[in-house]
């Protein structure tokens, strides 16, 4: 997630920069055909070029609404489990009258909550963070599920048994969603609370199993390919035709101009071209990148900073001192 104003045009144009070059090709060697070989059928009717590109910004539009739709609902779901985190830090506190246990469903919560996020950044074949612009762009900020392993995290809060386990399992949240419903109703058979409240926190766990199938929904079902496909499709056939169609439309501004671009407006195709294109090609890499709110990208859902919040503000109920920091943002990035 980008924590600053804005993104400045520099890191923008940083992003996009292999674009650009494709891009500059693309204008260039139209023009030089056009009106330094003489290939002057290159011109196509402009009325073709915009017709295509209405198309065009209409799937454009509609790929980055979805995509938006797609990382808006992860927000409201891990924002629903840092609530129901804090619901659930109370509960082991308050309903309990062992610290040990309390403490001890409270940090299986954390693993929970390790485990998940670690699950939500694996790769998946269509997400976009493994393309060379976006490879280029994280080195400017950090992923802390790939700077640390997953068995070294949950040995902060589990036994080292119940971490082998752990990580013998296929999925490692759920089953560690079992193991602390598991706990609960050994809690409850020794009368450590009584029954309203062993229901509370079984509605609780209900609730944390529906949110990450929300979240796993979100990563394992990608934007549908064929639009993506598609729209792809679009916008690279809009982006080469363009300079086609504007080589004639100003040939015909030469009649109207004096001076030195009087028989050279042609020229301005190619930075009109690119311009033009870029917009074209930088909105389908904004989709591409919103599309998949947890692989890693500069605009991803701050999953880890959340677990980070989470973590602090649940060992704090319990009454401990020695806190983890909260996680800063590097380049107006944190994740």
Known sequence: MHTGRSYKLSEFIAWTKRDIYLLIVLGVVPVVCYEMVGLKWLGIPWTVVALLGTATAFIVGFKNSQTYARIWEARQIWGDILSGSRAWGAMSRDYL??????????????????????????????????????????????????????????????????????????????????????????????????????????????????????????????????????????????????????LREFDKLNESVDGVMNGNMVWLVIPFSILLSWLYTSLEQVGDSTACPFDGGPNDVPISQMCRTAEIELRAMLGETDLPPTLESKNNIVL
């Open 97 to 246: 009258k062992n610290p040990e246990k309390s403490k001890e469903l409270v940090y299986r919560h954390l693993a929970w909550l390790v485990a998940l996020r670690y699950q939500m950044r694996e790769s998946r074949s269509w997400e976009s963070s493994h393309k060379a612009n976006n490879i280029r762009y994280s080195r400017l900020y950090s992923v802390p599920e790939r700077e640390t392993s997953l068995e070294s995290e949950l040995a902060k809060y589990v036994s080292p048994q119940e971490s082998k386990e752990i990580l013998s399992s296929q999925n490692k949240a759920t089953h560690l969603m079992s193991t602390q419903s598991k706990a609960i109703r050994e809690l409850l058979d020794k009368e450590a609370f009584v029954v309203a409240h062993f229901i509370d926190m079984q509605k609780t766990l209900r609730d944390f199993f529906l949110l990450q199938g929300k979240s796993e929904r979100i990563k394992d079902f990608p934007y549908p390919r064929q639009f993506a496909t598609i729209n792809g499709i679009f916008v690279k056939l809009f982006c080469f035709l363009l300079p086609f169609g504007l």
